[in-house]
């Protein structure tokens, strides 16, 4: 087996067997013949605002990238997040130069592959399925990876200034129409966006425009400002789709894991 494989099986080990499997779903449209009802009107929370609440996955019902399908539940971007970018990425020539060398080690050197957090916006395209809580003042988004969570607050606070980087960052978010837009700030210096190495500074500020298009999809248009690393902002959207009938389950990366040492 290759490194590569390795590495894939490493970040994309989901314990499908073991989910929570054949629970209903409450308060899932249907279709007169009593089927899900993907593509009826999005929820409303209690306060009007979209609800974005359930369990999410990154679409991999995709076309295959040049480079292949390595694993078919893994969305094309959870290896190189510019898959689809027009332009290709406004690198700097330090960062280009750093993502070419970790491309060359296979992401040996790659924080997620090492079991830490996966980071953001990256955790979008992980997998493992997330789950968002909403609160009218505050979204909790839980990670079955590591058993993590990130939050957002809705409350009107604004990002901190000079704030100790954190895997995570910190997040604010305000609703424009029925689209919310999160703001982050504080994030790791030497982060991977995607398993290419896509880098990211603790210079970035990131951007994320959520849209539930309706009630079983979702769109996360994603801007990351990063001047250390990129000569000016870039975009990319990640689509998302809606889970039922399942629930969370600790998947702990470093619990029995045996593949790292194989690592060449």
């Known amino acids: 087996m290759t490194s590569k494989s390795l590495l894939v099986l490493l970040a994309s080990a989901v314990p499908l067997a073991a989910q929570w499997l054949n629970y209903p779903t409450l308060g899932v449209p249907t279709t007169p013949s009593g089927l899900p009802n993907l593509g009826a009107l999005a929820s409303r929370a209690a306060d009007g605002h979209t609800d974005f609440s359930g369990i999410w996955e990154a679409d991999h019902n995709v076309p295959c990238p040049p480079t292949g399908c390595w694993d078919m539940r893994a969305s094309p971007q959870f290896f190189d997040i510019t898959e689809g970018l027009k332009d290709g990425l406004p690198l700097q020539p330090w960062a280009a130069a750093l993502r070419q060398e970790r491309m060359a080690t296979n992401g040996k050197d790659d ?30 988004i839980l990670l079955e990876r590591n058993a993590s969570y990130r939050q957002i607050f809705l409350d009107g606070r604004p990002l901190p200034e000079d704030p100790q980087p954190s895997w995570n960052g910190y997040s604010v978010g305000r609703w424009e129409g029925d689209t919310l837009v999160v703001e982050t700030n504080g994030l790791r210096d030497g982060m991977w966006l995607d398993r290419a190495g896509t880098p990211l500074t603790d210079a970035a500020r990131v951007t994320e425009r959520f849209r539930r298009i309706n009630y079983g999809n979702m769109e996360i248009e994603v801007t990351v400002n990063d001047r250390k690393a990129y000569r000016a902002p870039w975009t990319t959207t990640i689509k998302e789709y809606i889970v039922l009938n399942t629930e969370l389950l600790d998947y702990i990366c470093l619990e029995n894991e045996k593949d790292r040492s194989h690592f060449k």
């Not at 079991?115 to 009218?136: A, D, E, N, W, Y």
């Open 111 to 140: 924080h997620e592959t090492k079991c830490l957090p996966s980071g953001v916006p990256r955790m979008h395209l992980h997998p493992t399925f997330r789950k968002i809580v909403q609160l009218p003042q505050l979204i909790v």
